[in-house]
Structure formats: structure tokens, C-alpha cells
Nanobody, 121 residues
Framework: QVQMVESGGGVVQAGGSLRLSCEAP??????MGWFRQVSGQECESVAA????????SYADFVKGRFTISRENGKNAVDLQMRSLGPEDTAVYYC????????????????WGQGTQVTVSS
């Protein structure tokens, strides 16, 4: 069973940056994505990267601010977040899908435990 472990969350001031990292041994054949969820709200897709790592897709609300990347040789997929605002405060989850690519939550079968990102104004 694929185990996903996220790291890099924390507290940052508005306008700052954070880099989230997800480690998942044996995940190189999976499409990967980052999702986020605010308590009491639905989980939403933030970004996704193709299985091959050569294509990415982003939610409109993070375009130009967040960058997803993967290094299959290192079993890692990262999310670089810049120009953070209070609206980005959420628990961020790394997830893997057996598909080549997806931005749909229900396509993802494997999830990490999540990492909290808090942006103070």
C-alpha cells in the first residue's frame, strides 16, 4: 500500500512562501495531486502533475503563485507556494491516483495525513 507523508506546513505571514513536500515510495507510476480543505468546507483541488511529470494543472485561485513538481527518482512531489494570503489557510493533502492525471478528488485512492498551512494577515 502506498503511504504518503507530507511535510513543510506551518505558519507564515501574508505575502510569504512555503514549500510543501510529499514523500511516497513507489509512487512513480501514479498521477499526483495536492488538495486542500478548510474545516467545514469541501476538499478542493489545488494542483496536479502528470504521471510523467511533464505536465501540470492548477486551480485558478493558485495560478501564478503555486508550482507543483515531482522528482520520481526521489519519490517526492512538492508544492511551492508564494504570495500566500489568509484565504490559503487550510490543511493540505498530497494524493495519488492510478490514472495518468486527474484533478478530481474521487479519482484519488491514496492520501497523506495532511499538513496545516496557516497564513496570518
Amino acid at each position: 500500500q502506498v503511504q504518503m507523508v507530507e511535510s513543510g506546513g506551518g505558519v507564515v505571514q501574508a505575502g510569504g512562501s512555503l514549500r510543501l513536500s510529499c514523500e511516497a515510495p513507489g509512487f512513480s507510476t501514479y498521477g499526483m495531486g495536492w488538495f486542500r480543505q478548510v474545516s467545514g468546507q469541501e476538499c478542493e483541488s489545488v494542483a496536479a502533475v502528470w504521471r510523467t511529470g511533464d505536465k501540470t494543472s492548477y486551480a485558478d485561485f493558485v495560478k501564478g503563485r503555486f508550482t507543483i513538481s515531482r522528482e520520481n527518482g526521489k519519490n517526492a512531489v512538492d508544492l511551492q507556494m508564494r504570495s500566500l494570503g489568509p484565504e490559503d489557510t487550510a490543511v493540505y493533502y498530497c494524493a495519488a491516483t492510478n490514472l495518468v492525471f486527474s484533478r478530481l478528488e474521487y479519482d484519488y485512492d491514496y492520501w497523506g495525513q495532511g499538513t496545516q498551512v496557516t497564513v496570518s494577515s
